[in-house]
């Protein structure tokens, strides 16, 4: 009986499956104790001692229902293989309970364990990302920075250009203006002078005519 427990409970342990190695446990006890219960009944209620039989060592037929007849041992000689079947069931409960239970601490710490290793990955994998980020980020920030000098020189330039431009463009205009105005000054004199020309001519006309007459 000890080793049927012990293959029942062994198959449920390879399967992994914890309630079956205490269901198998609790079965084979239970099975133990009926069956220490049962022929104990048949013990004292069918139990013919054979003529040829002793006190203490003598034969036992114990007769079910009609149908068959089993021969045994003393009835004492019965109860103590049962006690012995009993405790060696309790002893391999037992035993089976320990290794069961270590069996689970292991489990529970390897699990455990790899749940560590995999925060600890995970917390490596975001440094490694917020690294990259802020590395990123920089390269960005350095890049607008570039970009803005680069604007402000490109204004910077364009600036002064527009201005040397305006400069070298203002004497030109003044110089034109100039040249226009001392043109039309020209002008103008010239028609002063002819017309004063004109009146000068009239009245030197006049004057020989009043001679003439005179």
């Not at 239970?30 to 069956?35: D, L, M, N, P, T």
């Not at 290794?99 to 699990?111: D, Q």
């Not at 455990?112 to 960005?140: C, F, I, M, P, V």
């Amino acid at each position: 009986m000890a080793r049927t427990i012990s293959a029942l409970c062994w198959r449920a342990l390879l399967l992994h499956d914890t309630g079956a190695v205490l269901d198998a446990i609790r079965s084979t006890a239970a099975a133990a104790e009926a069956g220490a219960a049962a022929y104990a009944s048949s013990a004292t209620s069918n139990v013919v001692v054979s003529p040829s039989s002793t006190a203490t060592a003598g034969v036992i037929s114990v007769q079910h229902k009609g149908s068959f007849s089993r021969t045994l041992v003393s009835t004492d000689t019965q109860t103590t293989l049962r006690g012995s079947d009993i405790r060696a069931a309790a002893s391999a409960e037992m035993l089976l309970r320990q290794e069961l239970e270590e069996k689970l601490r292991s489990r529970a710490l390897a699990s455990a364990r790899d749940e560590l290793a995999a925060a600890q990955e995970l917390r490596r994998s975001d440094r490694d990302n917020l690294r990259t980020a802020q590395q990123a980020a920089k390269r960005d920030i350095k890049a607008a920075e570039r970009m803005a000098d680069e604007v402000k020189h490109a204004a910077r330039a364009d600036f002064e250009w527009r201005i040397g431009e305006m400069r070298a463009k203002m004497p030109a205009e003044l110089r034109e203006q100039l040249d226009a105005l001392q043109i039309s000054m020209e002008a103008e004199a010239r028609r002063a002078d002819a017309a004063a020309r004109r009146r000068g001519q009239g009245a030197a006309q006049q004057d020989g005519g009043d001679y003439a007459h005179a």
